[in-house]
């Protein structure tokens, strides 16, 4: 169930950290140093969608790829620098809620703030980034560190800023969602190895075959999901814009404030 709310909620401006940090709590499970891992290496799976979606983009010349290491560093900052304060946030519904609903009522007017312009009334809207505009794109992606943000939506805004179309904006944050999410999983499987060297652990039995399982049935699961979301996501915002998810970002951000007001515990502790 983690794995279909993750290939949906991946590549939609709705945020796919947070809506797994909701799911978890909704299904009773306890934030264990393996629950952890498991929302953050079966992203992975959700990415893999974009080898095989735009599997022919990925043969281009070295000067895509420099842009994409370009715009990766500054999360890679952000994520060593304040890794413990992130984790921290992960287990913070409050923080979601509160974020749902801020990039939501963003979302109900980047269509105004960023209109597309129309090539057949001299209009030249831009397709590729530059190293400057893919920079800034990068620097709008460390929003996300915060859970609620969206990885995806702070990364599309920040390629509409720089006067990309809806289409290319959303498809450089795919692109730029593999190294991102790839070196996310990569530290925390070296964190769940270190901490438990430090507890003393057998590490030839840190997983479990029940674990294992659970890791590849998640990333399966997450990868198909995702291939037919990317698929309908890119087709739908390039004809209608960004309304509808942040109408949906109020919704589920606002009844997530209610239920906490009215005392119910959401809290991951």
């Known amino acids: 169930m983690l794995a279909i709310v993750e290939g949906i909620t991946e590549f939609l ?3 796919s950290t947070g809506h797994m940090v909701i799911a978890s709590k909704l299904l009773g ?3 264990t140093p393996f629950t952890k891992l498991f929302l953050v290496v079966i992203q992975l799976g959700a990415i893999l969608s974009v080898l095989v979606v735009y599997w022919k983009r990925f043969f281009q010349s070295i000067d895509f790829y420099l842009k994409l290491l370009v715009a990766f560093l500054p999360i890679v900052v952000v994520g060593l620098t304040f ?11 409050n923080t979601v809620a509160v974020m749902l609903l801020l990039g939501g009522i963003v979302l109900l007017f980047v269509d105004k703030w960023f209109p597309q312009e129309d090539p057949k009334e001299g209009g030249h809207p831009v397709t590729n980034p530059s190293f400057k505009e893919a920079l800034i794109i990068g620097l709008f992606q460390c929003l996300a560190a915060v859970p609620g943000v969206s990885r995806s939506a702070a990364t599309i805004i920040g390629g509409l800023t720089q006067k990309l179309t809806r289409r290319a904006a959303a498809e450089f944050a795919f692109f730029l969602a593999m190294p991102t999410m790839a070196a996310a999983a990569a530290k925390d499987v070296y964190d769940y190895y270190k901490d438990a060297h430090e507890q003393g652990v057998d590490l030839s039995h840190l997983f479990s075959g029940t674990e294992i399982k659970l ?8 990868f198909v999901v995702a291939l037919l979301a990317i698929r309908l996501f890119v087709g739908f915002v ?7 998810f942040g109408i949906y970002r109020i919704i589920v951000g ?3 404030l209610l239920m906490l007001g009215m ?7």
């Open 215 to 222: 890791l590849v049935i998640g990333n399966v699961v997450a």
């Open 83 to 93: 890794k413990k304060y992130i984790d921290a946030l992960l287990e913070s519904v």
């Open 254 to 256: 606002g009844l997530l």
């Open 263 to 269: 005392g119910l515990n959401l809290q991951l502790v």
């Open 238 to 244: 390039a004809k209608y814009g960004f309304r509808a």
């Open 13 to 15: 401006p709705i945020s």
């Open 29 to 31: 499970m306890a934030p």
